[in-house]
Every structure is written in C-alpha cells, then in structure tokens.
C-alpha cells in the first residue's frame, strides 16, 4: 500500500535486485523431463472434492504444476500474468493462491451515492512496465491519469505552498529561503561534506541534510516520508538518487553520467501499445484501482483460487514443493516445481520457519507501522478562498510536515485528481494519519481519527467555521507498508542466504517488502521475479 506517493514529484523507489532465493545447479541440457512425482499428482482432500478449476479435476488429481503464487494481491497476480504472457513456454501452469474471498490485497475502491473512492493505495506512476500490464489486462481504455500541471502543496509557516514541478520553477517558489536554495545546489553539484567511509549506510535525512541542506530535508523531503526519515534507508528507499552520489560523485555528477550512459546504449522500440502520458502524473482507472486485479483474475481465470489458506509448506527430497491449504472444499496438498511467496513478510516468516528458521528469523524483522485512511467530504463552499484556483480546489493535495504541528500526514484531492470521484458540487478529501511516529492511532476510534482530520484540515484548507463533513469511510490498517530502513537489503539478503543454506531450489521471496512499496514498483519486481521463475526452470536442475 502506498500512502503519499500520489503527492511526490515522482521520486525513484528501489533500482536494487536481489538474486533468487534458490540453490542453482547448472544442467548440460534443457529440462525435457522430469522424475516421474512431477508428472501427475493427486491432491489429498479431508472430504470429497468439488473443486474443478484448471489442472483439477473432479475426482481430486491435479496435472503438474510449474509454479505456485502464494498471495493473490497486486505482486502476486502480477507475476502468473507475467509468467503468461512472458514465459508461457517455460511456465505452462501456474496457480494464484489467496487467501480470502477475493483479490487484490490492500487495494480496495468503494462506490456509493455518486461517491467513487480508495481505502488504500490510491495511484501509480505510469510506467512502461505498469502500462504494458495494464494493457495486457485489458485496461487500456480504462487508463485515467491526473492533470501533470497540477499544484502539489506543502504546508509552511501555516500557508499551503506549491512544490516545483521542474529545475526551472526552483527559483520562483516561496517554500525555501534564498539561502536553502542556494546551499541545494552547491551541494548537488558536490560542494558539501564528504560521504561517510564504505559500508556505513545513510538514513535518508543523513543524506538528504548532508547533499542539499536542512532545507530541502525539513520542506521537501520529510513530507513525503510516511515512515521515519531518520531510520528509512536511503540506498533502499532512493535507491535511484543514492547510486547517482556512487556513480558521478554527486547528484548532479551522477544524473550526467546517467545520461551518457543512456545516450550510448542501443534504443529499445517503446511498444506501440503503449500510452504516451504528457508529463510528470500518476494514474488510476475508470472505476478505480480494483479494476486492477478484478481485470488480472479474470485473465488468469481458474488458475487464481480463493480462500485457499495455506497451513504449511515442504520440502521434497527429490525437488519440488508440497504445500497444504485449508479450502472451502477441504484440505488439500498441492505439489510444485516452484513457489514465489508474495505474502507478507511477517506471515512469510511463520510458513517458512519449519524449512528454515535463521530465514524465518529475518523476515520477522521488518517493520509495518499502522496507517488509516480516512475518505470524507465537504460542499464546495467549505474551502478556504485563498486556496481556490480560478474558484476551484485544483491539485494533487498536500502534505504536512511533522513539524508543522498537524497529525494529519497529508491530502489527496481525490475528486480534483480524477475524474468522476463525488457528486456535483461535493469535494472528495483522501486524508492518510498514523505511520512510523504516530502508531498512536491504533487506540484511537474511528470518530476520534475523523475529527482530528477535520480540525486539522480546518487550520489550512477548510474554513474554521465550515460544519462536520460526510464520512464515507475509514479504514485502519495495523500493519501498512514495510519500512525500508537502515539494513533492510542486509536482513533481506540474510533471509535469501538462510533460504540458499537450505537448499531451496525454487523457492522465491516476492511482495513489496523485496521490490518496494509503490505499485509500479511491485509490477516492476514481478516482471523480474518472473523472469527468475522462468529461469529457473528452463535452465537449472535440482540438485539431487
């Protein structure tokens, strides 16, 4: 789930790959068979099975599966349809399984009385990568993006500020002193202290403070931060600015030098397919994001089973996977090739201890921190003039730095952004409280986070007189995102070694705490786990 990434100029998430959980044995020739426990298996049933999807048949056997998703959200769905239509020779048959009744994860849109809103990631950036799986859903003409002129604003010295949208505007905006503006670009041209020695990683807020200036951090960069700059990780969390410092010895070096390298390299035809979005804008779709994995499931067809629970995992001496689900229609044992497990990391933790507890171990340490998302509504009427444009609310929303003394993370103008999102005359606000610093909101009821929203949006954008707004909803959800903090890669490749320790061949980590947290992120780890998946099977062998 993303919180605040719908606000941010669209900064770089993860460009680190980390190798496949696996123990690879090079083979001297393609995999053209199999041992024979590959070739049909039977599912064991605690009851007489009904299930009829692809590859069961009525009595209960099953046809050999190549590769088994474990987690049927957005990293889950994503890479069986990668698989698909990517590798569909090397992976013939794979299967999606989740857990509850439906799919999707942590993306849920709700529509009610001409109100059309999202209770958890709320857009995405429109990468080649999520429009190429977008058009492979289906959802080409279903693509909706948001105004790439539109303001972003922070608040300031109790005045919504807007952010540059481009190099060229720096020098006309008010949010940072003349000063802070100057220091920003001595330091990113290299003028600033040095880095720290090899192998002493940098919080975000180090680098930032230390590369552009208390400025930038305080008014630009905190902001954005749902997590705790001083503890997230700025070669996994900006993977992409850190390595511009690594490669061209300062930011502005580094993007030099990533353009070279860009210019030398030999041009890939961009597919034709593809939508051409006009500037720097985040999407989402018509009916909103649960088109997504609706459109995803529907592809995949019988291949996604639901409410398919899975009890434990083992593995077998000769190769290969049994994974036991409670179903609807019983117990049932389902034999693999291969398993991507894109659940999170803490319920990864609890299946994978009996193969390996040191594995288990790590992924236990990753830290989801609560966030609510809080969906209101007030007439037109009730914004503050001064935050009107040419006499309507326009805008991604606003973001509130922790120092400015609002609980209240920050504002997406829900029905400003998109289009079809609240009735006339009506403004739909997607309000995100909690995170890191304010884990406070698990005790706190659902009317009391409301109101705190109310009156922190009262101090800013609604007027102080304006009454209680319509609630449409308010979701909780205790364990929100992962945060990539200082030695995140470190327990991450920790638990990939503790899993390679124990030789298990074709078993991979997925889910946003590997690829990063940002939806298009997610699309662009399964197109590489897939990627992985393929590889594995079509080029290596189990060792036995």
């Given at each position: 789930m993303t919180t605040l990434s719908t606000l941010a100029a669209p900064h770089p998430l993860l460009s680190h790959r980390q190798p496949p959980s696996v123990f690879l044995t090079p083979k001297p020739n393609k995999l053209s068979s199999l041992p024979h426990h590959f070739s049909r298996f039977r599912c064991s049933l605690a009851k007489q099975s009904t299930v009829s999807p692809a590859g069961v048949a009525a009595d209960g056997s099953i046809s050999s599966v190549d590769c088994v998703v474990v987690g049927g959200g957005i990293s889950g769905l994503c890479i069986a349809q990668a698989l698909a239509t990517k590798h569909n020779d090397a992976v013939p048959n794979v299967i999606v399984t989740e857990a509850r009744d439906r799919v999707g994860g942590n993306i849920i849109t709700v529509e009610r009385d001409g109100y059309l809103w999202e209770e958890g990631p709320n857009s995405f950036q429109p990468s080649d990568s999520m429009l190429t799986m977008l058009v492979d859903s289906g959802l080409k003409d279903d693509l909706v993006l948001g105004d790439p002129n539109a303001p972003r604003f922070v608040l300031w010295d109790g005045k919504l500020r807007p952010v540059p949208s481009s190099p060229g505007d720096i020098a006309f905006f008010d949010l940072m002193s003349i000063g802070g503006k100057l220091r920003?670009?001595?330091?990113?041209?290299?003028?600033?202290?040095?880095?720290?020695?090899?192998?002493?990683?940098?919080?975000?807020?180090?680098?930032?403070?230390?590369?552009?200036?208390?400025?930038?951090?305080?008014?630009?960069?905190?902001?954005?931060?749902?997590?705790?700059?001083?503890?997230?990780?700025?070669?996994?969390?900006?993977?992409?600015?850190?390595?511009?410092?690594?490669n061209g010895?300062?930011?502005?070096?580094?993007?030099?030098?990533?353009?070279?390298?860009?210019?030398?390299?030999?041009?890939?035809?961009?597919?034709?397919?593809?939508?051409?979005?006009?500037?720097?804008?985040?999407?989402?779709?018509?009916?909103?994001?649960?088109?997504?994995?609706e459109a995803l499931s529907s592809r995949l067809g019988d291949?996604?089973?639901?409410?398919?629970?899975?009890?434990?995992?083992?593995?077998?001496?000769?190769?290969?996977?049994?994974?036991?689900?409670?179903?609807?229609?019983?117990?049932?044992?389902?034999?693999?090739?291969?398993?991507?497990?894109?659940?999170?990391?803490?319920?990864?933790?609890?299946?994978?201890?009996?193969?390996?507890?040191?594995?288990?171990?790590?992924?236990?340490?990753?830290y989801?921190?609560?966030?609510?998302?809080?969906?209101?509504?007030?007439?037109?009427?009730?914004?503050?003039?001064?935050?009107?444009?040419?006499?309507?609310?326009?805008?991604?929303?606003?973001?509130?730095?922790?120092?400015?003394?609002?609980?209240?993370?920050?504002?997406?103008?829900?029905s400003s952004l998109f289009p079809n999102r609240a009735p006339a005359g009506r403004v739909l606000l997607l309000n995100y409280i909690g995170g890191a610093t304010n884990p406070r909101i698990l005790s706190q009821t659902e009317s009391e986070l409301v109101e705190t929203v109310h009156q922190d949006l009262k101090k800013v954008l609604i007027k102080p007189n304006a009454k209680d707004p319509l609630v449409l909803a308010v979701r909780v959800w205790p364990q929100a995102i992962p945060q990539f903090l200082v030695g995140h890669f470190d327990v991450l490749d920790a638990?990939?070694?503790?899993?390679?320790?124990?030789?298990?061949?074709?078993?991979?980590?997925?889910?946003?705490?590997?690829?990063?947290?940002?939806?298009?992120?997610?699309?662009?780890?399964?197109?590489?786990?897939?990627?992985?998946?393929?590889?594995f099977l079509s080029q290596y062998a189990y060792k036995w």
């Open positions: 920003a670009a001595f330091g990113a041209l290299g003028i600033r202290p040095s880095p720290p020695p090899p192998g002493q990683e940098e919080s975000v807020e180090e680098f930032v403070r230390r590369n552009l200036g208390d400025e930038v951090f305080e008014r630009l960069i905190e902001p954005f931060c749902s997590g705790d700059p001083s503890k997230l990780s700025m070669k996994a969390a900006f993977g992409k600015v850190w390595n511009l410092e690594q010895g300062s930011i502005i070096g580094g993007a030099f030098k990533a353009i070279q390298e860009r210019s030398r390299a030999p041009k890939t035809p961009r597919d034709p397919r593809l939508p051409k979005p006009k500037g720097q804008t985040v999407g989402s779709l018509r009916k909103g994001l649960s088109m997504f994995p291949r996604v089973k639901l409410s398919w629970k899975l009890s434990g995992i083992s593995k077998l001496d000769k190769g290969g996977y049994t994974l036991t689900y409670e179903t609807p229609e019983g117990l049932v044992s389902v034999l693999s090739k291969s398993v991507v497990m894109t659940i999170p990391s803490y319920v990864a933790s609890s299946l994978l201890r009996p193969l390996s507890a040191a594995a288990s171990d790590a992924l236990s340490k990753f989801y921190p609560p966030v609510a998302a809080v969906s209101i509504s007030y007439p037109k009427e009730a914004i503050r003039t001064e935050c009107l444009i040419d006499g309507q609310l326009k805008g991604f929303g606003q973001l509130h730095p922790r120092s400015q003394g609002l609980k209240t993370l920050g504002t997406i103008y829900s638990a990939n070694a503790a899993l390679r320790d124990t030789e298990t061949q074709g078993l991979f980590l997925g889910g946003n705490y590997v690829s990063g947290v940002a939806l298009g992120r997610c699309v662009e780890g399964a197109y590489d786990i897939a990627a992985d998946v393929a590889k």
